[in-house]
């Protein structure tokens, strides 16, 4: 029932009554045309949204391989500083390698690189529109929970207690995560 001042104004209309009342004003065709127009206009910003998402994923990609490159660097660095030869004085050579925290840190550096590369490769495979599986986030897990007991292993511990239960416990993720992968691909079915 209208008020005594006469009909309602569009602003004043309920929202659903306002929808009903655009529908019946327009006719059919200049209704087609309207959502023709912005059907395009959806489709237009949809791919320039995936334009964008995939130069953000190029961009990431690049710049993590940028990274690997350095860490490999880094490392060839570590593991040739590591590496000392002795020439003596018949012409004889001896190669000493000095072990403990040097060579984890070669080891490190080289875990790191494999963690960016495997980040890039799911980075490749969304970019060609392939769906991301959780295989390759618990390859990662894993290389980067092997990374850390290594480096716990050879670092000094204040009380042998807790550094024997991080220990323990990062081995213990180890096991869970490797047993998590073998999960997945025993109950993947095959594709016939």
Do not use: Y
Not at 14 to 33: C, G
Not at 83 to 93: A, I, Q, R, S, Y
């Amino acid at each position: 029932m209208d008020p005594a001042g006469g009909p309602l104004s569009a602003s004043e209309r309920p929202a659903d009554e306002a929808a009903a009342w655009t529908e019946r004003s327009l006719p059919p065709a200049k209704r087609r045309r309207l959502a023709e127009r912005l059907e395009r206009g959806l489709d237009a910003s949809d791919r320039w949204l995936h334009l964008l998402q995939d130069c953000i994923l190029v961009a990431v990609a690049l710049l993590m391989l940028a990274m690997g490159v350095v860490v490999l660097v880094d490392g060839a660095r570590e593991l040739v500083g590591i590496v000392t030869v002795h020439v003596g004085d018949e012409g004889t050579f001896t190669v000493d390698v000095e072990s403990g925290r040097a060579t984890v840190e070669v080891a490190e550096n080289a875990l790191l690189a494999l963690i960016l590369a495997e980040l890039v490769g799911t980075l490749l495979l969304s970019l060609r529109g392939k769906p991301l599986t959780i295989e390759p986030f618990l390859a990662i897990a894993i290389v980067a929970v092997v990374r850390h007991l290594l480096f716990a292993t050879v670092g000094p511990s204040a009380d042998p207690v807790t550094h024997t239960i991080e220990l323990l416990g990062l081995g213990g993720l180890i096991l869970l995560l490797v047993g998590a992968v073998v999960l997945l691909r025993r109950g993947q079915v095959p594709k016939s």
